[in-house]
């Protein structure tokens, strides 16, 4: 039962444009939600996390959005550059409990 | 700051062989976690340790697989014997506490290739 879902495997996006990676899930009792890049051959690393008691995190070039109503959450780069090609997981966890990774979405930026 | 400490790199065995991987966390990091990653997959969680201690290991096949952190330190994991179906990559990660919302530092990964 795959509780994070990344629906897109695969994205590509003209570098200054917008790249919105999309995230679905199951649990309604997760309580974080946090998204991770990896390049190859090396760990995933942390990224952008964001509380359910919120909608939105931003840290510079990238925001979070978050709709529990919908258990949804979305990932937008802005502007996208080609260093920010890699593969993003979704992984979401309660306050104390394990994360749980979705599939990843491989995003390509095009100079 | 020194990162997650991973060993090895590769590795290729026959089914039916052992093997073991090594990993030395960020110092201070009380949590340590071993996730395999298939292919077209996300991280899988194998074993999480608080410390030396198991916090959960629900989803290692405890018939094949085992995991130790000694002293609360360094880590191995151990598969015995080895299937085809365990080729993967084995990430290890720390974090300094146990908690959802706390970021988990990764390593590199020790990528298992069964013959």
């Known amino acids: 039962d795959q509780q994070v879902k990344q629906n897109s495997p695969s994205l590509s996006v003209q570098e200054g444009r917008i790249s919105i990676l999309n995230c679905d899930y199951t649990n309604s009792m997760f309580d974080y939600f946090l998204w991770y890049k990896k390049y190859p051959a090396e760990g995933p690393t942390f990224l952008i996390s964001i509380s359910s008691i919120k909608d939105k995190n931003e840290d510079g070039r990238f925001t979070v959005f978050l709709n529990k109503s919908a258990k949804h959450l979305s990932l937008h780069i802005v502007p996208s550059q080609p260093g920010d090609s890699a593969v993003y997981f979704c992984?979401?966890?309660?306050?104390?409990?394990?994360?749980?990774f979705g599939p990843g979405t491989s995003l390509s930026v095009i100079p | 700051e020194a990162g997650v400490a991973q060993s090895p790199r590769y590795k290729i065995i026959e089914k039916r062989q052992s093997v073991a991987f090594w990993c030395n966390p960020i110092?201070?990091?009380?949590?340590l976690y071993w996730y395999q990653q298939i292919l077209g997959q996300g991280p899988k969680l194998l074993i999480q340790f608080q410390n030396n201690g198991v916090v959960d290991d629900s989803q290692l096949p405890k018939d094949r697989f085992s995991a130790e952190r000694l002293k609360g330190v360094d880590s191995t994991l151990k598969i015995q014997p080895a299937k085809l179906e365990d080729s993967a990559v084995y990430l290890c990660a720390s974090s300094l506490v146990l908690a959802g919302y706390n970021e988990q530092f990764f390593g590199p990964g020790t990528r298992l290739t069964v013959l």
């Open positions: 992984a979401a966890s309660g306050s104390y409990d394990k994360v749980i």
């Open positions: 110092s201070g990091h009380a949590t």
